[in-house]
């Protein structure tokens, strides 16, 4: 029942790069993805700064040999999964039990947009094909065909932790015996309808946003897509390469405090990062790294920040957010997000927390500012805290 | 695993009106019979919910108050649209003010974890909470994480359910696909030609799962299976032979078998040949003229079953004749639309 859980592949998409060299390469040169709207249609295109993929529809079907009629959440989904599966080089992946295991928020809303505008002058209008990929879990099926995977197909949505459950569930499948490769992950891209949704809510950043900064003044929402493969014992066994790293810890609390705020005590972020830590066997000054959900909100960054000082004070470890360079991906974020903790451990990065000026007067530590490669990373510990309460955390740790 | 207690929102207004009096519609669209929410929920708080986040609540919320339970190991949900009332309603007005003067309250509700997460926000439960939004899986994947997690953590028992709405907009959207059928005049003839299309559903139904077994049972849940988009029937008829014998059943120990039939005659082949075949001489009904098709409609059918174990008696408008002899084995066979394969082995207690 406690068999390990190897991470064997990565794949990633995002507004720094299109895959997982190309992410490295801006995060090692402090590079953010965040600009001006070049492929989202909105009214808004001048205020709000978003990280957008630098693709458009088109260009992401021809690099996937998709319809660039799907939504943009599929095609982000299967420019990261098909990275991840080829990255693990599992050869005869038929002969395994695989499973294909995502997450999004929007489903195929940025085609439902177009449709519904038709559709609202009559019922009868609007042009179905924009329509059927709708689902939350259409975006998955897309994906999961053509990686060949029929065993396990299934998507999590939590708000903006759904692929860190989706990551933690996969675990928990290859744990007990029910499979033995599973890609897992999530995606999102930006719609008119999230940007306006949060627009209302009043959380997002005019500017480019300053995540854990006493001035900062919310998020920017980005897109993208993260995958890692995760794999048995078995699994490795037959590999010719060495796992990335262990994927030792995981645990989902719920907040119970506001369907749309964190509680001022960060409790169900303290119950996630300390679930995951026990689950892994870890005391809290085990953990070198800790990659943020850092939103960039007051709400957010306050209530993590006042959970990690109650779980770690007086030893911090390195911590920073990289939706400093990203945006909030959104169900997209746990998985872009475990990629960048996977290669933390692998090569020894820290992240740079960008824009980073002024140290919030509640709190006794900073995030780091500098990027750092060589670092003896043994364990990262990485958040993801959604509306509704939804928090979970994920602790990758050297084979 | 245990099914505790069980509760549900659905077309029909209870299983022993169900025995008596089921409910009846005349058209394609199949209403959920929505109880009086304030014995469940404070007044001030159904006042801002949505009609599905009203239904899935209060059917948690009595599911757990039957259970005995008052705080469940983990909240786990399925639904396959979410929040459709609240997505549509934020989409036009998106659309009708150009992106401009737009306020926040419907967009806060449609997210897909909503439900979960007002449930564990009443009952202040700071434990596991996930939810499933996988198509005709949605119910069953919540079903299976709950078994994983229990297993995993050793957790005694998970509030796990689902919930899917209909709304003027997703009927006529699905209908414009050709999925129901234009002139139905009773659900009750579902099932009586041989035609295109079938009728729409929804509803919400939550069940109290429990490891251990305990006096007021409903039934225990042997074993739940999944299968994604089959290569043949011979595919499916190999899954279920392997899942009832992982279990130590045949096909003879099945006392009834619950189909997903759901009118529509391609969508239903698959049921047609294995009464002819494999579950020939099986006692066999088929649920979806009282709740409709949706893609969580097989939480509809484990509620129905569970009750159909514990008080040992099939409603007559599903089977005319009683089974001789005691009901101990229900299995569940639902697919939908051909693509989401589910099976259900259900135990008397």
Redesign the interface.
Known sequence: ?SAPVFVAGKGVISAIGNDTAACITALENGIAGIGDMAILD???SHELPVAEVKLTNEELATLTGMSSRFSRTALLSAMAAFEARKDAGIEDFSRWRTGFISAN?V?GMDK??NF??D??SH??KGQ?RN??HH????A??LV??RLGI??????????CSSSA?SIF?AA??I??N?LDVVIAGGTDALT??TL??????MILDHKKCQPFDENRRGLNLGEGAGYIVLVSDKVISTLKKEPYCRLSGYC?????????ASSPGG??SF?AMKGALEKAGLEPWDVDYINLHGTGTQNNDIAEGTAIQLLFDPRYPAMSSTKSFTGHTLGGSGGVEAVFSVLSIQQGMIYPNLRFETPMKELPFTPETVFRKGENIRHVLSNSF?????CSSLVFSVV | MYIRATANISPQLSFNELLERPALYNGNRLTCIEPDYTRLIDAKMIRRMSRIIKMGTATALECLNGSGIKMPGA?ITGT???CLAD??L???K???N???L???TS???P????V???I??M?????????????G??FE?ALQ?AI??M??EQIANVLVGAVDEITD?SH??LS??GLYKSNITSNLNLFNTLSKGTIAGEGAAFFLLNLEHSENDYAELKALH?L??PESVDQVKDNILSFLSAQSKNIEDIDLLITGANGDWKNDRIYREFQNSLFANRTTLHYKMLCGEYPTSSAFALWLASNILKEGVIPNVLLEQQPTGKLKNILIYNHYQG?HHSLYLLSAC
């Open positions: 029942m909105s009214v808004h928020t489903g439902t947009e519904f505008a559709f609202l019922h009868q179905l329509i059927v689902e939350c879990g259409a998955t099926e999961a065909d029929k065993n396990y197909i299934s998507t999590i949505s939590t708000a459950n569930y928990r499948l744990r007990q029910m008119k309808f306006n949704g949060f627009n209302t809510l989902n609390a719920n907040d119970a405090y506001h369907q749309t409790t169900g119950l959604g509306f509704g309460g939804n | 909240i396959a649209y979410g997505t549509e934020f989409l036009a998106m659309i009708e150009r992106e401009e737009l306020t926040p967009f806060i509700q997210t897909h974890n909503t979960g997460a007002q564990a926000l009952l202040k439960c700071h434990h596991y909470n996930n939810t499933f939004v996988h198509r899986f949605s994947n994480d994983s997690y297993g995993d907009s006529a959207i414009r696909f999944t994604y988009k693509v």
